[in-house]
């Protein structure tokens, strides 16, 4: 039970970050619930996507 709750967990973080970085929130919930600390791990060392916030036109 434990490791499916941490998985959820790895899910959620890493949706979290990747809406920080402009990222694609429905794909890397996906991942990180397929894959989990990998998908974390992957957001986490990419760079910001084009958005508002960043200065492209």
């Known amino acids: 039970m434990e490791l ?8 959620c973080a890493a949706a979290s970050i990747a ?7 429905v794909l ?5 619930l397929l894959i989990g600390p990998f998908a974390l791990l992957a957001i ?12 492209y036109d």
């Open 4 to 11: 499916i709750a941490a998985w959820i967990i790895f899910g």
């Open 19 to 25: 809406k920080g970085k402009n990222r694609s929130v």
């Open 28 to 32: 890397w919930v996906i991942l990180g």
């Open 44 to 55: 986490a060392l990419m760079k910001p996507g084009p958005g508002p916030d960043q200065g």
